[in-house]
């Protein structure tokens, strides 16, 4: 095990390295540059002087050079937008990112596979049909569009829920006050996730009732409730499993249209920013960050399947 | 029936509940991180006062340096907390401010003013006169990372007379000087900014900026709001509100919906967003003229955008009033060339608007050579047809629907204008500066006075459409150096009329800011918003 966590290692530092080179190419190659050079009111000169200041007059493959050297200093540059250093603007949005999307991830989990058994041993039952006709919806729907209307109701008509923001304006922000701020957007960011993580379980579990093993469980006399979770769901969480890892990044990378709608300070609105600033050094930061995070989640996925299937093996996979 | 409730038998589930565990107790840790948030808590606060808190929304986190401040956001927020040495009245003439009396010398070449006495920084610092050196100093420095430096390149040098009296000296006389001391230029503090460059002053630009406004800053939480409080030193009438919040929305639907719940009380809109205003409880939408021209550019270097008549033919084939109603819904006024109504003292109302006359235009272009074919295409002598790429940056509704109209517009003289919307920066880089374009839907926010010798004097940065017109540089270089208001309104008059014969650009219309304002506020100014921020301590909100 340990082996095969250090290998894994290894190869995350590798494919580290070759994202933020391909990443550093693709935001130069990028047509525009930075925002703060296309304010048409500049002279040539002022442009000339803040290019400068910025280093980006210089040849890219240097640009690159000083990158990666700074990086190896632990120093991620200063943000063009921000004039601030990129790694402390980035840490002042993950902890909003890591609670908005991990109360999103955790509404899936909680919502989503509960509701899956259910639905697969009762296949087309009214609460399988009214789950199903949602999930359908969820997945339709456009976050913005979801995210606008549940403003509308909760915030404009009822006036009973924040229409945005992570804290109310005038600061106080006790725990009550910030569990009011995350009601909508985290509803609205696990809706289309919760309807796909239980399309894939609900498939999956129906898949492993119809299977020889869950037929011989019963015929051995296994109570029902033991059939359900330890034979038939146990096999069935292995895709499940997939598509919760397939929703880990966004635990650090956010999520840009949902926070953008709530003006929730988290890294999926800052990497929104940072790209249509063209701000070189925290677009570079936030791929880091954000593919450390999707190279550890797809970690965690490796060990949950291992914990799942005793017939995966490490040197398999 | 009874529920069967789902069991978590041994193995397997035991280890998803501790990692639900886990997962639990990283939201409870981001919790408590994002908690504690960037919060920092201002020594001094203004004494209390009963007029409550007025809410205004910016799209993103402000950098607090009037100098080196590059966007819109950042710009209202240091209009409250660095004041200039003037600032604009409702004419947005300019007015006393830090400076309480100026005279400028006979021949224009050196301003003196007389400072306020007994003002004081946020910090009670005292302000004087090498506060004002010290920040133009900083202006006129190329390397100093100043946004400020092209309003300012006729200063020479600033001289300190006495602790409240400072001298500009300017390279030739500069009639736009005043009024652009008012505009931007807030004072910066010299205690705590010298020694080191301005875009590496991060305390100071994002948590703990020291001005010498009616408001100064409490608390900054970043990504989300920016909390300003009285300020106890402030030097001219006392602040009517307790605070104002600058608070992160950076969608503006998101605006809207945040306003009719109450959570914003100062928006300014989209003709687009009018229909979900109008009418709402509790909540007034206000217009103001404002400082800008929508245009549609044309390279003159370009062979057939070159010729004036041309340029007069397509300005005359497109229906500006249909614009005007249907897209900005009479939100903006009729143009007479690139001096907007908003400039009172200089807009020539006397001239009469391009009339809308396609076929007196399909005349014009007639005699410059260009005929409607059997297909009814435009076509010159040797058959090419008349085509423009139309250049328009995306997301906007109110420009991409003016160009769709003025596509509409030239297709029934039979010219085939391709639309293309491209990311805002995108357009001005890789297009406008390097001259690569037909023609691009696009404006200009100038301060207010009616200097446009930047933009349309032949030869400068600014001028991306190349034009030249030998009558027009006369006009605009003399209208810069002179001090005389008269004289000044006679030569921007004619500057317009020459427009009209030989226009620069097409100008489409001038808009008015639309504001959708909280029905409880008052005091605030007949002005665009930026402006009206210089007049802080006016606002007031009744009581609910």
């Given at each position: 095990m340990a082996a095969f966590l250090l290998r894994r290692l290894g190869h995350a530092m590798l494919v580290l390295l070759v994202v933020c080179t391909v990443t550093f190419a693709i935001v130069h190659a990028a047509p525009g540059g930075p925002s703060l050079l296309a304010d048409p009111k500049l002279s040539v000169a002022e442009r000339a002087a803040i290019a400068e200041r910025l280093g980006v007059d210089r040849p890219i493959p240097e640009q690159y050079a000083r990158w990666l050297t700074r990086l190896a200093r632990g120093d991620l540059g200063n943000s063009f937008l921000y004039e601030t250093n990129t790694a402390s603007t980035i840490a002042q949005r993950l902890p909003n990112t890591l609670l908005l999307a991990g109360t999103a991830l955790l509404i899936t989990i909680v919502v989503a596979i509960p509701l899956a058994a259910w639905c697969a041993e009762r296949p087309g039952g009214w609460l399988d049909r009214i789950a199903g006709a949602l999930a359908m919806g969820a997945i339709s729907i456009p976050v913005f569009w979801l995210g606008i209307v549940c403003i509308l109701v909760f915030a404009v008509r009822l006036g009973i829920l924040p229409a945005g923001g992570a804290v109310g304006a005038e600061g106080g922000a006790s725990l009550a006050d910030r569990a009011r701020h995350l009601v909508l957007p985290s509803l609205v960011l696990a809706a289309a996730g919760t309807a796909e993580l239980l399309r894939y379980t609900r498939a999956s579990a129906r898949q492993q009732y119809a299977r020889p093993f869950v037929r011989a469980a019963r015929a051995k006399g296994v109570g029902e409730r033991a059939v359900r979770w330890r034979h038939a769901m146990r096999n069935a969480l292995i895709p499940a499993v997939t598509v919760i890892g397939l929703q880990l990044p966004r635990l650090v990378g956010g999520a840009a249209i949902t926070e953008t709608v709530f003006s929730w300070p988290g890294m999926g609105r800052l990497g929104i920013e940072a790209a249509l600033a063209r701000d070189y050094p925290l677009v570079m930061g936030i791929t880091l960050v954000v593919s450390a995070g999707v190279l550890l989640a797809s970690l965690l996925v490796d060990v949950a399947y291992l914990a799942l299937d005793p017939r995966i093996r490490p040197d398999q996979s | 029936m009874t529920m069967r409730v789902p069991t978590l038998p041994h193995g397997a589930w035991r280890r998803a509940l501790s990692g639900a565990l886990a997962l639990s107790g990283i939201l409870a840790l981001a919790i408590v991180v994002a908690c504690g948030g960037e919060s920092v808590p201002h020594s001094a606060t203004g004494k209390a006062g009963n007029g409550g808190t007025l809410r205004i929304p910016l799209i993103n986190d402000p950098i607090l340096d009037p100098v080196i401040a590059p966007d819109i956001g950042s710009v209202m927020v240091n209009k409250v907390l660095f004041p200039g040495l003037v600032r604009p009245d409702e004419q947005l003439r300019p007015t006393p401010d830090l400076a309480e009396s100026w005279s400028t010398s006979a021949d224009g070449l050196r301003i003196t003013f007389k400072l306020r006495p007994g003002v004081k920084w946020h910090d009670g610092a005292p302000f004087s006169a090498h506060d004002v050196k010290f920040t133009f100093d900083q202006i006129i420095d190329l390397a100093s990372g100043s946004r400020l430096r092209s309003d300012f390149a006729a200063i020479s040098g600033v001289d300190v007379d006495d602790s409240l009296t400072v001298t500009f000296r300017l390279r030739t006389p500069f009639a736009p000087f005043l009024t652009l001391l008012g505009y931007n230029a807030g004072i910066l503090p010299k205690h705590l900014l010298q020694g080191a460059p301005l875009t590496a002053a991060t305390d100071f630009n994002r948590k703990h900026p020291v001005g010498t406004g009616p408001f100064m800053v409490q608390t900054v939480v970043p990504g989300t709001s920016l909390t300003l409080v009285r300020n106890p030193y402030y030097y001219g009438t006392p602040p009517r509100l307790d605070r104002i919040v600058f608070k992160v929305v950076p969608d503006l639907n998101a605006q809207v919906a945040q306003l009719r719940a109450g959570e914003l009380d100062l928006i300014t809109i989209e003709p687009a967003n009018l229909a979900s205003v109008q009418g709402a409880p509790g909540i007034e939408v206000l217009q103001v003229p404002v400082v800008q021209h929508y245009y549609v550019a044309l390279n003159t270097t370009r062979g057939r955008f070159h010729p004036a008549e041309v340029r007069r033919a397509l300005g005359m084939a497109i229906n500006r009033e249909a614009i005007i109603k249907g897209v900005l819904r009479d939100y903006a006024d009729l143009p007479r060339g690139t001096i907007p109504v908003a400039l009172r003292d200089y807009f020539a109302d006397s001239i009469a608007p391009t009339p809308y006359a396609p076929d007196s235009a399909l005349a014009m272009l007639a005699r410059a050579g260009w005929r409607r074919g059997a297909d009814g295409?435009?076509?010159?002598?040797?058959?090419?047809?008349?085509?423009?790429?139309?250049?328009?940056?995306?997301?906007?509704?109110?420009?991409?629907?003016?160009?769709?109209?003025?596509?509409?517009?030239?297709?029934?003289?039979?010219?085939?204008?391709?639309?293309?919307?491209?990311?805002?920066?995108?357009?001005?880089?890789?297009?406008?500066?390097p001259g690569n374009f037909d023609a691009t839907l696009i404006?200009?926010?100038?301060?207010?006075?009616?200097?446009?010798?930047?933009?349309?004097?032949?030869?400068?940065?600014?001028?991306?459409?190349?034009?030249?017109?030998?009558?027009?540089?006369?006009?605009?270089?003399?209208?810069r150096i002179t001090l005389d208001s008269t004289q000044r309104r006679a030569i921007y008059h004619a500057f317009q009329r020459v427009e009209m014969e030989d226009p620069p650009v097409l100008v489409l219309f001038y808009p008015r800011e639309i504001q959708a304002v909280t029905a409880r506020l008052e005091g605030f100014p007949s002005l665009g918003i930026r402006d009206a921020l210089r007049h802080s301590e006016r606002f007031a909100l009744r009581a609910k």
């Amino acid at each position: 095990m340990a082996a095969f966590l250090l290998r894994r290692l290894g190869h995350a530092m590798l494919v580290l390295l070759v994202v933020c080179t391909v990443t550093f190419a693709i935001v130069h190659a990028a047509p525009g540059g930075p925002s703060l050079l296309a304010d048409p009111k500049l002279s040539v000169a002022e442009r000339a002087a803040i290019a400068e200041r910025l280093g980006v007059d210089r040849p890219i493959p240097e640009q690159y050079a000083r990158w990666l050297t700074r990086l190896a200093r632990g120093d991620l540059g200063n943000s063009f937008l921000y004039e601030t250093n990129t790694a402390s603007t980035i840490a002042q949005r993950l902890p909003n990112t890591l609670l908005l999307a991990g109360t999103a991830l955790l509404i899936t989990i909680v919502v989503a596979i509960p509701l899956a058994a259910w639905c697969a041993e009762r296949p087309g039952g009214w609460l399988d049909r009214i789950a199903g006709a949602l999930a359908m919806g969820a997945i339709s729907i456009p976050v913005f569009w979801l995210g606008i209307v549940c403003i509308l109701v909760f915030a404009v008509r009822l006036g009973i829920l924040p229409a945005g923001g992570a804290v109310g304006a005038e600061g106080g922000a006790s725990l009550a006050d910030r569990a009011r701020h995350l009601v909508l957007p985290s509803l609205v960011l696990a809706a289309a996730g919760t309807a796909e993580l239980l399309r894939y379980t609900r498939a999956s579990a129906r898949q492993q009732y119809a299977r020889p093993f869950v037929r011989a469980a019963r015929a051995k006399g296994v109570g029902e409730r033991a059939v359900r979770w330890r034979h038939a769901m146990r096999n069935a969480l292995i895709p499940a499993v997939t598509v919760i890892g397939l929703q880990l990044p966004r635990l650090v990378g956010g999520a840009a249209i949902t926070e953008t709608v709530f003006s929730w300070p988290g890294m999926g609105r800052l990497g929104i920013e940072a790209a249509l600033a063209r701000d070189y050094p925290l677009v570079m930061g936030i791929t880091l960050v954000v593919s450390a995070g999707v190279l550890l989640a797809s970690l965690l996925v490796d060990v949950a399947y291992l914990a799942l299937d005793p017939r995966i093996r490490p040197d398999q996979s | 029936m009874t529920m069967r409730v789902p069991t978590l038998p041994h193995g397997a589930w035991r280890r998803a509940l501790s990692g639900a565990l886990a997962l639990s107790g990283i939201l409870a840790l981001a919790i408590v991180v994002a908690c504690g948030g960037e919060s920092v808590p201002h020594s001094a606060t203004g004494k209390a006062g009963n007029g409550g808190t007025l809410r205004i929304p910016l799209i993103n986190d402000p950098i607090l340096d009037p100098v080196i401040a590059p966007d819109i956001g950042s710009v209202m927020v240091n209009k409250v907390l660095f004041p200039g040495l003037v600032r604009p009245d409702e004419q947005l003439r300019p007015t006393p401010d830090l400076a309480e009396s100026w005279s400028t010398s006979a021949d224009g070449l050196r301003i003196t003013f007389k400072l306020r006495p007994g003002v004081k920084w946020h910090d009670g610092a005292p302000f004087s006169a090498h506060d004002v050196k010290f920040t133009f100093d900083q202006i006129i420095d190329l390397a100093s990372g100043s946004r400020l430096r092209s309003d300012f390149a006729a200063i020479s040098g600033v001289d300190v007379d006495d602790s409240l009296t400072v001298t500009f000296r300017l390279r030739t006389p500069f009639a736009p000087f005043l009024t652009l001391l008012g505009y931007n230029a807030g004072i910066l503090p010299k205690h705590l900014l010298q020694g080191a460059p301005l875009t590496a002053a991060t305390d100071f630009n994002r948590k703990h900026p020291v001005g010498t406004g009616p408001f100064m800053v409490q608390t900054v939480v970043p990504g989300t709001s920016l909390t300003l409080v009285r300020n106890p030193y402030y030097y001219g009438t006392p602040p009517r509100l307790d605070r104002i919040v600058f608070k992160v929305v950076p969608d503006l639907n998101a605006q809207v919906a945040q306003l009719r719940a109450g959570e914003l009380d100062l928006i300014t809109i989209e003709p687009a967003n009018l229909a979900s205003v109008q009418g709402a409880p509790g909540i007034e939408v206000l217009q103001v003229p404002v400082v800008q021209h929508y245009y549609v550019a044309l390279n003159t270097t370009r062979g057939r955008f070159h010729p004036a008549e041309v340029r007069r033919a397509l300005g005359m084939a497109i229906n500006r009033e249909a614009i005007i109603k249907g897209v900005l819904r009479d939100y903006a006024d009729l143009p007479r060339g690139t001096i907007p109504v908003a400039l009172r003292d200089y807009f020539a109302d006397s001239i009469a608007p391009t009339p809308y006359a396609p076929d007196s235009a399909l005349a014009m272009l007639a005699r410059a050579g260009w005929r409607r074919g059997a297909d009814g295409a435009l076509r010159d002598a040797h058959g090419s047809t008349f085509d423009i790429e139309l250049l328009v940056d995306k997301g906007n509704p109110t420009r991409e629907q003016s160009a769709l109209a003025v596509q509409q517009d030239l297709a029934k003289i039979g010219i085939h204008v391709s639309i293309r919307t491209m990311e805002f920066a995108a357009l001005v880089r890789d297009r406008i500066l390097p001259g690569n374009f037909d023609a691009t839907l696009i404006w200009w926010t100038t301060p207010p006075d009616p200097d446009q010798y930047a933009f349309y004097h032949s030869g400068q940065d600014n001028n991306n459409v190349k034009w030249s017109n030998p009558r027009a540089d006369s006009l605009l270089s003399l209208g810069r150096i002179t001090l005389d208001s008269t004289q000044r309104r006679a030569i921007y008059h004619a500057f317009q009329r020459v427009e009209m014969e030989d226009p620069p650009v097409l100008v489409l219309f001038y808009p008015r800011e639309i504001q959708a304002v909280t029905a409880r506020l008052e005091g605030f100014p007949s002005l665009g918003i930026r402006d009206a921020l210089r007049h802080s301590e006016r606002f007031a909100l009744r009581a609910k």
